[in-house]
C-alpha cells in the first residue's frame, strides 16, 4: 500500500494523542522499529492491516493514515448547518405559516436575535434564522415600514454567512440589502460588509476600490456639523479601506486611511455603535485593534504587543468579533516571536469565551497549525485546541 506521506500523517495524528512512539508500539502491537522507519521515511508503505492497527490506536480512521483528509471536510459540516439559512435567504422556505407577520413581531424577534450575533452563538442562529428570514421577506411585501426591517435582517444574515465562510450566499444577501437599502447609512452598513466579505475572499483590490469609494462618499463636508453616526460610517470605511492597503503590501496607502481613521475616532471621543450596523462599531478602541492587526499582517509581532498594552479599556466595548480577532493576532505575535505558552493561553481563553466564534475562523486554525508543527510532543492545551479547531490528523 504505497502512501509517500503516511509517516507524517503518523507523526501529526500520534502527538495529537499524546503518545510517543514507544507507546503507540505498544498500544497497537506495531513494532516501534517500523514506526520509527515510517515517521522518519525510510519506509514510505505498509501493509493496510498494519495501518488499521496504528489507525485503531490513534483513534482515527484508516484513511486518516493513508489518505489525507480532505481539506473542505470540515467546512463541508459547515455547509450542511447553514443550509436552511442559505435556503431560507434564496426565498425558499421550508414551512409556510397561514397569518401575516407583523411589524412588531418582526422587530420583536430581531431585537431578540441580534445579541446572538453578537455573542457568536450559532447553533442558535441556525434554528432562528430560517423563520426570521421567511417573516421579514414576507412583512418587506406588506407594510411600508417592513423594507427597512428585511435589510436589517438580510445585512444581519451577511455578516453571519461571511464569518461562516458561506460566501456565495453572503454575496447576494448583502447585494440585496445594498439595493433595499433606504438610506445612506443603511446601504453603507451593506457595504462595509461588503468590504469584509472581498477581503476574505482574497479580492484585495476590489475591497480597495469599494472602501475607498464609499469613505470619499461618506466624508461630510465639515466634521464639525456631522452626526456620529456619520463619523462612524466614514470612520469604519477607512479602517475597511486600510486592511485592504496593508494586504495588498500597499503600506504608504494603508497607513493614510488608518491616520485618518484615527482622527474621525479622535473627534468622535468615544465608541459608537451605530443602529444600522449592530454588528460594528467604531471608536477610539477599535482604531486601536486595527492598528496591531495592521502590524501584524506586516509581520511585526513586537509592535503588535506593545499596540496590545495601549488599546483602551472601559467605555463601549468594541464588538466581540473585533476583539477577538485582535486576541488571535496578539497569540499569533507569540508564536512568531516562539512563545508558545502565551499563544495557548490566549487561545484557550478565546475557545473558552467563543467556542463557537472560534472553530470558523481560518486565521486560528493556522495558528494552532504552526505550534502544532513545531512540536515534538504536544501538552494537553495544545491537543485540546487542535481538536476544538478540528485540524488534520
Not at 135 to 148: F, H, I, N, S, T
Not at 175 to 203: C, F, H, Y
Not at 363 to 390: F, N, S
Request: proline content about 5%; overall charge neutral.
Amino acid at each position: 500500500m504505497p502512501s509517500s506521506e503516511i509517516g507524517e500523517r503518523l507523526v501529526r495524528a500520534r502527538k495529537r494523542r499524546g503518545l510517543t512512539q514507544r507507546e503507540l508500539a505498544r498500544i497497537s502491537g506495531v513494532s516501534y522499529s517500523l514506526i520509527q522507519q515510517l515517521e522518519q521515511g525510510v519506509r514510505q508503505d505498509t501493509r493496510l492491516e498494519t495501518a488499521r492497527k496504528l489507525a485503531l490506536a490513534l483513534r482515527i480512521p484508516t484513511t486518516g493514515l493513508i489518505v489525507e483528509y480532505a481539506e473542505a471536510s470540515a467546512d463541508g459540516g459547515t455547509h450542511r448547518q447553514w443550509a436552511p439559512v442559505r435556503r431560507a435567504a434564496a426565498g425558499l422556505y421550508d414551512d409556510d405559516i397561514a397569518e401575516p407577520p407583523t411589524v412588531a413581531g418582526v422587530r420583536a424577534a430581531l431585537d431578540a436575535t441580534v445579541p446572538l450575533f453578537a455573542a457568536g452563538e450559532f447553533g442558535r442562529l441556525g434554528a432562528a434564522l430560517p423563520a426570521l428570514i421567511r417573516d421579514a421577506d414576507a412583512l418587506a411585501g406588506l407594510d411600508p415600514e417592513g423594507r427597512p426591517l428585511r435589510v436589517r435582517v438580510l445585512q444581519l444574515v451577511g455578516w453571519l454567512m461571511t464569518q461562516t465562510r458561506q460566501f456565495d450566499t453572503a454575496e447576494d444577501v448583502l447585494a440585496q440589502a445594498l439595493t433595499d437599502a433606504p438610506d445612506r447609512l443603511q446601504a453603507a452598513a451593506a457595504v462595509n460588509t461588503q468590504g469584509w466579505l472581498l477581503l476574505r475572499r482574497g479580492r484585495l483590490a476590489e475591497a480597495d476600490a469599494l472602501a475607498v469609494r464609499w469613505a470619499d462618499d461618506l466624508e461630510p463636508v465639515r466634521m464639525s456639523r456631522a452626526t456620529i453616526g456619520e463619523l462612524s460610517a466614514w470612520g469604519s470605511m477607512l479602517l475597511r479601506a486600510s486592511a485592504a492597503g496593508a494586504r495588498d503590501a500597499r503600506d504608504a496607502e494603508a497607513d493614510d486611511a488608518l491616520r485618518l481613521a484615527e482622527s474621525v475616532a479622535v473627534a468622535m471621543g468615544r465608541e459608537h455603535a451605530p443602529r444600522e450596523d449592530r454588528l460594528r462599531t467604531f471608536g477610539p478602541t477599535t482604531v486601536a485593534l486595527k492598528q496591531a492587526e495592521n502590524a501584524m499582517v506586516r509581520d511585526q509581532p513586537e509592535e503588535v504587543l506593545r499596540l496590545a498594552e495601549r488599546v483602551p479599556k472601559g467605555g463601549v466595548r468594541p464588538t466581540t468579533n473585533n476583539l477577538n480577532r485582535h486576541r488571535l493576532d496578539i497569540a499569533d505575535a507569540h508564536v512568531r516571536l516562539r512563545r508558545h505558552p502565551q499563544a495557548v493561553t490566549t487561545m484557550l481563553d478565546i475557545l473558552r469565551d467563543a467556542p463557537e466564534w472560534l472553530p470558523n475562523q481560518q486565521y486560528a486554525k493556522d495558528i494552532v497549525g504552526r505550534i502544532v508543527e513545531r512540536r515534538r510532543t504536544l501538552t494537553p492545551q495544545m491537543r485540546t485546541l487542535a481538536d476544538a479547531l478540528d485540524l488534520p490528523m
